[in-house]
T-cell receptor
Framework: DQQVKQNSPSLSVQEGRISILNCDYT??????FLWYKKYPAEGPTFLIS?????DKNEDGRFTVFLNKSAKHLSLHIVPSQPGDSAVYFC?????????????FGKGTHLIIQP | EPEVTQTPSHQVTQMGQEVILRCVPI?????FYWYRQILGQKVEFLVS????????KSEIFDDQFSVERPDGSNFTLKIRSTKLEDSAMYFC????????????FGAGSRLTVL
């Protein structure tokens, strides 16, 4: 039962262009969404988040868009840089549930080509 | 920058053996978590811990698993009798608050059960 789905296992983007990573969720109780980035041999590191009361959150080169009606969110990286090459995990949580665990997607491996 | 540290980075064990994975969360964090990632699969929530007791656990966290905070700094995950399917990367994480707050992950401990 995949409550958080990242349907693209990998994505290749040219340096300087926009990278768009997509995520879909099925659980309507989720009200907070996060993107984590993971390099090999390291743990996931927090990148950006968005609450369900917003439809957009921007932090530098990173913007997350949330479409609640479609249960879809996306992460935009512009311009893409070589250091952005990593696995990106979408995660979701129902914030009203106390110390609940995050539900992660399977990840998308972003490859930035020079 | 404060970080979550995990030891060992890699442990190889025989099926049926007990394993203890150790974590030192960030010192002012109050909530502690274990997640795991089986190779090629998504990161999965195992357990959350607050105020010296389990707050929530997933279906994966059966009687073979236990967590402990034996002193003021360490947070351990014990697997009593390892199975082949326990082979995975185990991530410890901590956070200041519960629920939707950002987690800081450690680099992970790779467990290989032979």
């Amino acid at each position: 039962d995949q409550q958080v789905k990242q349907n693209s296992p990998s994505l290749s983007v040219q340096e300087g262009r926009i990278s768009i990573l997509n995520c879909d969720y099925t659980n309507s109780m989720f009200d907070y969404f996060l993107w984590y980035k993971k390099y090999p041999a390291e743990g996931p590191t927090f990148l950006i988040s968005i609450s369900s009361i917003k439809d957009k959150n921007e932090d530098g080169r990173f913007t997350v868009f949330l479409n609640k009606s479609a249960k879809h969110l996306s992460l935009h990286i512009v311009p893409s840089q070589p250091g952005d090459s990593a696995v990106y995990f979408c995660a979701a949580i129902s914030s009203g549930g106390g110390a609940d665990g995050l539900t992660f997607g399977k990840g998308t491996h972003l490859i930035i080509q020079p | 920058e404060p970080e979550v540290t995990q030891t060992p980075s890699h442990q190889v064990t025989q099926m049926g053996q007990e394993v203890i994975l150790r974590c030192v969360p960030i010192s002012n964090h109050l909530y502690f978590y274990w997640y795991r990632q089986i190779l090629g699969q998504k990161v999965e929530f195992l357990v959350s811990f607050y105020n010296n007791e389990i707050s929530e656990k997933s279906e994966i966290f059966d009687d073979q698993f236990s967590v402990e905070r034996p002193d003021g700094s360490n947070f351990t995950l014990k697997i009593r009798s390892t199975k082949l399917e326990d082979s995975a990367m185990y991530f410890c994480a901590s956070s200041v608050e519960s629920g939707a707050n950002v987690l800081t992950f450690g680099a992970g401990s790779r467990l290989t059960v032979l």
